[in-house]
Each structure stands twice: as structure tokens, then as C-alpha cells.
């Protein structure tokens, strides 16, 4: 349960936010507002995407925490720093401590990305593990202000963190004037509080959509029950919104200018961030492309002309070359089948060309002899292909079922 009531806690202005601009210029790029051609043909009319992973550090995050440790008192930067994340908030912390000149720790849950712990050291900062959960790696984030006097730099609950979050509305109006909807990947709630405050501001008619990721949607229950509620368990890729429980701060702020959430598949995320890179070009990490992925979802739900706000591009590439296998398998891109064929010399190849005749690019043949469900002269072989999409495929099967080839999707 919440210390305070979320009542207690104040939120920003438009006027906070404008202030903390100017705090923030030289720090924060302003990010560029990308068309989308292909969104755009979906949605219907004109989708743009900001961003935020070609931002400093590769995320929205220095964005709040330099404006948080900008308005340190000179004997709380003398005591130095402490955070807790995954990796994006990590990296805004180490490099706005460097900036600053303030001596800073993070705490990481154990599997954090490689690049992102990488980067992060590559900043200055004393880089520790905890758990396996930001949420556990925040206590003990906790417990080590408490132990040294370090102040603790929370990743989105604290008003600084919103406001400084929230001059990427600023430009999301100014970039985009004519919006409609504004769809922003959401965790704890910093980002898209600080979003949604400017944008309601400057445009009241503007929707703002919160996206999270299926298997860590803490805000679904949260908003139902009018105060943060922490999930008992979380399962996503997306590690940089796989948050456990909203922020005060955040949460009121949502409450009051955030106008739905929708959640979105682990294929879906998937997909999303293989269209991002093979249309746009664009290298955006799970969490990053959560709101692409509802885009891509229902594209009719979405009044345009709409922004989709890309968080962030620090992904692993080891985790990359897995998401974009379950992202070409979402799409339709690979078939998987099991096929009887004779067990006979030119068996396997009478099989093989007959593929080749339909372009059909072969990745992994197994086979099986030995099974109770075969005769003495079959052979079951698994295959898999490359196929240029789900009707590809179903083109694939029916070929080799029309050869006499018994076949298992």
C-alpha cells in the first residue's frame, strides 16, 4: 500500500514543464517527428513517430533525471547519487551525473541487457546487481540512500522526473499541431504523465493512449481500483516498461489527463519492432515499440493524424535476433510443418525441389525413423521454411499437398 495518499502528491503544470525546457537545453535533443507511410495507410491518415530512441543516451530518460539532479542542493550532490533500473533510466542517471559532476550507483535486477549495463559503467557510474525485477532492485536502491546519505533518484515517481518527461509533449505539439492521438509506451507512468500533462494543456481535444505489454499491465488494476497496486508477477520481452507498480506522482497525473490503455501481445511487440526496422529503419527496443504494436493491432481505433512515441533503442542484439525470429513468425514469415515421405534414396530431395518450385526458402530439415506412428518404408521430417508472408505459406502447403505429400502445419 501507498505511504501517502495519491491526493497528497502534487503533479506539474504546462508551466513546470516550459520551465524545465529551458533547465534542459544543451542537455535533451529535440528528437525528430518521423513519417510513417505505412502506419499511415492502415490508420487511414497521417501517423508520425517521435523519436525518443534517437534521444541522448538512447531514451526519453535524461530528459527527467538531469532535470531531478540539476535542483540537487550543493550537500545533496556532495553525497552523490543512487538508482535503480533496468538500463534506460540507468544511463540518463550515469550520464547526468557526469554531466553534473555527482558521484552516482545503480542497481541493475540481474539479466539487465549487456549494452545497457555497458553504457551505463561507460557514463561513470558504480554499476551493482539486485533481483531479478526493477522493483527489487529499487529497495535495495532504497536501503543504500539509507545506508549512505546517497540520494535517491526514483525513474518516474517524483515530480521532477515528470516534469522533465514531459517536454517531450512540448514538441510532440510543436512537431505535430494537428494531433489527435498520441499513443506513449508506458511503465511506471513517468513518461506518459509527463506527455499527457503538456499535450492536454496545449490540446485539450487531443486523445492520449497508454500502451503496456500484457504480462506487466499494472495500470489496468490500478485505475480500477483508484490507487497504485502492485502486480504479482510480470512476463515480457519489453524489460523497459516491465514495472510492477505505478508512482503516486505519475498515477495522479494519469488520472487526471491519460484518456485510455490498451496492452499489447509479446508477438505483437514483436512484429512492431520488425516493421520499425525493415520500414523505418529505425533500431527501437521491445518496450520502445510498444506503441506501434497497437497501432498495428487496430489501426482504426485510433483517430489521426497520430504520434506513436518510440521510448527507446537500447536493445540487446542477442535479444533482437530473437525478437525478430518471433516477429517474422508473428508475421507469417516462417512455416513450420511435418510431412511423410518415402524412405527412399531421392526421397528428402524429391521434397526439397518441390519447395524450391514454390520459393520456398528451406532453414532446418529434421528427421525421424523410429516411431510407432510410421511405417517400415516412411520417413517424418520436420521442416522449416522462409515463406514472404501467411499467404506465401498457405500457397507452400497446399503445393506440396496437391504432390501426394500428407503435411502438418
Not at 136 to 152: P, W
Not at 342 to 366: F, K, S, T
Amino acid at each position: 500500500m501507498p505511504e501517502t495518499s495519491v491526493s497528497d502528491v502534487r503533479t506539474p503544470t504546462l508551466e513546470d514543464i516550459e520551465t524545465a525546457r529551458e533547465a534542459l537545453r544543451g542537455v535533451s535533443i529535440y528528437t525528430p517527428m518521423e513519417g510513417a507511410r505505412w502506419l499511415s495507410s492502415l490508420a487511414g491518415g497521417p501517423v508520425r513517430m517521435k523519436a525518443e530512441n534517437l534521444q541522448r543516451t538512447g531514451s526519453f530518460k535524461i530528459r527527467g533525471a538531469y532535470l531531478r539532479m540539476s535542483r540537487l542542493s550543493p550537500q545533496e550532490k556532495a553525497a552523490g547519487v543512487v538508482a535503480a533500473s533496468a538500463g534506460n533510466h540507468a544511463q540518463g542517471v550515469a550520464l547526468a551525473a557526469q554531466m553534473l559532476g555527482i558521484r552516482s550507483t545503480v542497481f541493475m535486477p540481474e539479466g539487465a541487457p549487456i549494452p545497457k549495463e555497458n553504457a551505463t559503467r561507460a557514463y561513470g557510474a558504480d554499476v551493482r546487481f539486485h533481483g531479478t525485477s526493477i522493483d527489487e532492485a529499487l529497495l535495495q536502491a532504497r536501503t543504500f540512500s539509507a545506508e549512505t546519505g546517497a540520494v535517491l533518484i526514483h525513474p518516474f515517481d517524483h515530480i521532477d522526473i515528470v516534469t522533465g518527461q514531459g517536454t517531450c509533449g512540448l514538441e510532440i505539439v510543436e512537431q505535430a499541431p494537428d494531433v489527435k492521438t498520441v499513443l506513449v509506451p508506458c511503465g511506471g507512468g513517468g513518461f506518459i504523465a509527463g506527455i499527457a500533462t503538456a499535450v492536454k494543456a496545449l490540446r485539450p481535444d487531443a486523445r492520449v493512449v497508454g500502451v503496456q505489454a500484457a504480462g506487466a499491465a499494472a495500470y489496468t488494476d490500478s485505475l480500477a481500483q483508484g490507487q497504485p497496486v502492485a502486480l504479482s508477477s510480470m512476463a515480457t520481452i519489453a524489460d523497459g516498461i516491465a514495472v510492477g507498480c505505478p508512482g503516486q506522482v505519475p498515477f495522479k497525473a494519469v488520472q487526471q489527463h491519460v484518456d485510455d490503455f490498451v496492452t499489447v501481445s509479446e508477438d505483437s511487440l514483436s512484429s512492431a519492432l520488425l516493421m520499425l526496422l525493415e520500414r523505418a529503419k529505425l533500431v527501437v527496443e521491445p518496450a520502445g515499440a510498444a506503441a506501434v504494436a497497437a497501432m498495428l493491432d487496430d489501426p482504426s481505433a485510433f483517430e489521426t493524424p497520430a504520434v506513436v512515441v518510440l521510448s527507446g533503442g537500447n536493445v540487446d542484439p542477442l535479444l533482437m535476433m530473437r525478437v525478430i525470429r518471433q516477429g517474422l513468425a508473428a508475421a507469417g514469415r516462417y512455416l513450420y510443418f511435418r510431412a511423410l515421405i518415402p524412405d527412399i534414396p531421392g526421397g528428402l530431395a524429391r521434397l526439397l525441389n518441390e519447395l524450391a518450385a514454390v520459393q520456398a526458402n528451406v532453414l532446418d530439415v529434421v528427421h525421424e525413423r523410429t516411431s510407432a506412428r510410421l511405417h517400415l518404408d516412411e520417413v517424418e521430417v520436420q521442416v522449416q521454411v522462409e515463406t514472404r508472408g501467411p499467404d506465401h505459406a498457405d500457397r507452400v502447403v497446399q503445393h506440396l499437398r496437391d504432390c501426394g505429400y500428407p503435411v502438418t502445419r
